[in-house]
T-cell receptor
Framework: GQQLNQSPQSMFIQEGEDVSMNCTSSSIFNTWLWYKQEPGEGPVLLIALYKAGELTSNGRLTAQFGITRKDSFLNISASIPSDVGIYFCTGTASKLTFGTGTRLQVTL | EAEVAQSPRYKITEKSQAVAFWCDPI?????LYWYRQILGQGPELLVQFQDESVVDDSQLPKDRFSAERLKGVDSTLKIQPAELGDSAMYLC????????????FGPGTRLTVL
């Protein structure tokens, strides 16, 4: 079946630093979505990408849909403490498949 | 702001007991999903409804799990009997329609089976 690999698995950064994480797939996807999940809560949609090569921003977040349609990256600029959480990439072909997640910790 | 509602937020039960979770999707969303999320992993789809019909239940353990969405609005997921390995977060999500890839998640129900 489809597999999504996210890297890094975890990140420890200082407040104010920029963050970059990516997601690769063994299959082509039609859509890439990035979600953030905080402890004990459901995932919250951050950015949706629908077209190969598309670059989309949402505040301090920027994500791109890879040209090959098998990868995507998410950047967070000037991190703040409330950025802490697990970031999941998801791709859709026939259904939503979640990546393994990147756990982000931000220190003051 | 429209949200997906789930209850209860937490449930502790003993193995072999029956449990039920409820979900109310965002108003107007025709597609409803139930996911199971084991600690440290991403959510995995259990069942998908389009209105009141099941679209995909290929990953639902049908010997003990059942799901219904009788009027095409809210939905119930049941486990009977619960097993220790069922301990997980159960998430409900909704989208406007099947093929609308943007899914919106509820806060989840954390199930602990003792």
């Amino acid at each position: 079946g489809q597999q999504l690999n996210q890297s890094p698995q975890s990140m420890f950064i200082q407040e104010g630093e920029d963050v970059s994480m990516n997601c690769t797939s063994s299959s082509i996807f039609n859509t890439w979505l990035w979600y953030k999940q905080e402890p004990g809560e459901g995932p919250v949609l951050l950015i949706a990408l629908y077209k190969a090569g598309e670059l989309t921003s949402n505040g301090r977040l920027t994500a791109q849909f890879g040209i090959t349609r098998k990868d995507s990256f998410l950047n967070i600029s000037a991190s703040i403490p409330s950025d802490v959480g697990i970031y999941f990439c998801t791709g859709t072909a026939s259904k939503l498949t979640f990546g393994t997640g990147t756990r982000l910790q931000v220190t003051l | 702001e429209a949200e997906v509602a789930q209850s209860p937020r937490y449930k502790i039960t003993e193995k072999s007991q029956a449990v039920a979770f409820w979900c109310d999707p965002i108003s107007g969303h025709a597609t409803l999903y139930w996911y199971r999320q084991i600690l440290g992993q991403g959510p995995e789809l259990l069942v998908q409804f389009q209105d009141e019909s099941v679209v995909d239940d290929s990953q639902l353990p049908k010997d003990r799990f059942s799901a219904e969405r009788l009027k095409g609005v809210d939905s119930t997921l049941k486990i009977q009997p619960a097993e220790l390995g069922d301990s997980a977060m159960y998430l409900c999500a909704s989208s406007l329609n099947t093929g609308q890839n943007e899914q919106f998640f509820g806060p989840g129900t954390r199930l602990t089976v003792l």
